[in-house]
Structure formats: C-alpha cells, structure tokens
C-alpha cells in the first residue's frame, strides 16, 4: 500500500474505488482500518482514500515530540489529496478526524468540497474547559508511557481493535494533536460555506451538545443523529451510517 514521504514521515494510506474524491479520517488511537466495514458502500461511487494519521497504524511513529501537532495533520491531508491527485474532495473524519477535518477547511477551503463531521466536537472557546480537555489528554499519554498499548485494550471496541506499533507514538500523538491550543476551529463554523453534514451516535452523550452546537452555527448544515450508537457510530450501526450518509453525499453539487 503506497506512503508518501513528510519530511522524513511515511504517512500510509489507501485508495479504494473511482469518482468524486472522499477522504475519511479516524479517531484519536483507531487507525483507518475503522472504516473498512463502509469501503463497499462508499467506494461504489467515490474515489475513498483512507490514511493513518502520524503516530497511528502503519504511519511512522517519530520520536521527535515536535512531529505531532494539528499544523502537521492538515499538511499530511493536503499531501495525501496531492498524491491521489485529487485538487478537491470530500473531508469528513469522525472524533479527532472530524476536528482535523474541520482545521482542514480552515487551512485550505478551496479544497473542501463538502464537511463530513462524525462523533467530534469542535474544539473550546473557553479556556477553563479546553484545559480540562488537555488534561484528560495528557493523561492518556501518561498513560501509553507508563502502561503500553495494553491501555488500549480496555478502550472502545475500534480502538482495542486497532493495531499499532508504538505507544511512544500515540503518546506523543495525544500530547501534539489531541490537545488544543486556541479557539480558531470554532471560531471558523459561521464561515464554513460548503455542504456539511453532521453526524452523531444517540448515545455519544459527551459529543451530543458539541454536535447540536455546530448544526446551530454552521450555515445549512444537517444533522443526523443514529440511535442505538456509541462513540464509534460507523462500527455500531454501519448500515443506519450508511443510510444517513448516502444520499447527502449524493445530492452534493457537482
């Protein structure tokens, strides 16, 4: 499977399908073999390109803590839409995916065709609770570097089930792109002007507010929220995911 090369960090990813362009980005600790069970669906009408964020699967895991931030991630996005040749495409991402999704139209508008925003919230303007976010984070790369991957397996189902090859790096990865330094994601939501659409698991009760917040801000956007769905809403109820997200990448404007 083909990687391209950031700097000296092979990024990996995969392509799979013919068609507008839809780049799919997992969540913080799960890797892009979360989506596997949509290729099907989503690939019969688009070209689906999925990746591993640094630090992450079969991403290089540097050892260098400035490798990781937010700056990075979105550059690595924009490199891989380069590599499959792919001037504009669809950015969705569920939980961390979604906030680098959402920092990806920030950063490059004229490529963001349209904003698919799974589980994720969309960042702090508050500073108490942004700090209270950080800390959890760098709790959890405490974690990785006292304990191992062996924190993971009392995770989420995805993420006991991801396969990676260096805590060191989820670590670093929760400490430089987990955590969030200002409110400029947030700020931007009045100014997305692309279709979005959000979606959320009905029992993802710490994302549900985050969620309604930003159908509430960002201009036209829809929301869908699936029941009988957690975190993971694309592992819980693929089919329901499926159905919700379909016909609003169908009706997107060519």
């Given at each position: 499977?083909?990687k391209?090369?950031?700097?000296g960090?092979?990024?990996?990813?995969e392509?799979?399908g013919?068609g507008?362009?839809?780049?799919?980005?997992?969540g913080y600790?799960?890797?892009?073999?979360?989506w596997h069970?949509?290729v099907?669906?989503?690939?019969?009408?688009?070209?689906?390109?999925?990746?591993?964020?640094?630090?992450?699967g079969?991403?290089d895991y540097?050892?260098?803590p400035s490798?990781?931030?937010?700056a990075l991630?979105?550059?690595?996005?924009a490199?891989?839409l380069?590599?499959?040749?792919?001037?504009?495409?669809i950015i969705?991402?569920l939980?961390?995916g979604g906030?680098?999704s959402l920092?990806?139209y920030?950063?490059?508008p004229?490529?963001?065709?349209a904003?698919?925003?799974i589980?994720?919230g969309?960042?702090?303007k508050?500073?108490?609770?942004?700090?209270?976010w950080?800390a959890?984070?760098?709790?959890t790369?405490?974690?990785?570097?006292?304990e191992g991957?062996?924190?993971l397996?009392s995770a989420?189902?995805?993420?006991?089930?991801?396969?990676?090859?260096?805590a060191r790096?989820?670590a670093?990865?929760?400490?430089?792109?987990?955590t969030q330094r200002?409110?400029?994601?947030i700020?931007?939501?009045?100014?997305i002007?692309?279709?979005?659409?959000?979606?959320v698991?009905a029992?993802d009760?710490?994302?549900?507010?985050a969620t309604?917040?930003?159908?509430?801000?960002?201009?036209?956007?829809?929301?869908?929220v699936i029941p009988?769905?957690?975190?993971?809403?694309n592992i819980?109820?693929?089919?329901a995911?499926v159905?919700?997200v379909?016909?609003?990448?169908?009706?997107l404007?060519a």
């Amino acid at each position: 499977m083909p990687k391209i090369d950031r700097d000296g960090v092979n990024i990996y990813y995969e392509v799979h399908g013919d068609g507008p362009p839809l780049l799919l980005t997992h969540g913080y600790s799960s890797t892009s073999a979360m989506w596997h069970g949509q290729v099907d669906a989503l690939a019969r009408d688009h070209k689906l390109v999925l990746w591993d964020m640094r630090g992450h699967g079969q991403s290089d895991y540097p050892h260098d803590p400035s490798a990781y931030s937010e700056a990075l991630t979105v550059g690595d996005m924009a490199a891989i839409l380069d590599a499959v040749g792919a001037e504009r495409a669809i950015i969705g991402g569920l939980s961390l995916g979604g906030y680098m999704s959402l920092a990806f139209y920030r950063t490059h508008p004229e490529r963001a065709r349209a904003l698919l925003i799974i589980d994720t919230g969309p960042g702090f303007k508050k500073d108490d609770a942004r700090e209270a976010w950080n800390a959890r984070a760098l709790a959890t790369a405490d974690r990785l570097d006292r304990e191992g991957l062996d924190v993971l397996k009392s995770a989420t189902r995805e993420r006991a089930t991801a396969s990676h090859r260096d805590a060191r790096g989820l670590a670093l990865a929760a400490r430089g792109m987990l955590t969030q330094r200002d409110a400029r994601v947030i700020e931007l939501l009045p100014d997305i002007k692309v279709p979005c659409l959000i979606v959320v698991g009905a029992d993802d009760t710490p994302f549900l507010a985050a969620t309604n917040y930003m159908a509430a801000k960002i201009p036209g956007a829809q929301k869908v929220v699936i029941p009988a769905a957690g975190h993971a809403v694309n592992i819980d109820q693929p089919k329901a995911f499926v159905d919700a997200v379909a016909p609003f990448l169908k009706n997107l404007p060519a």
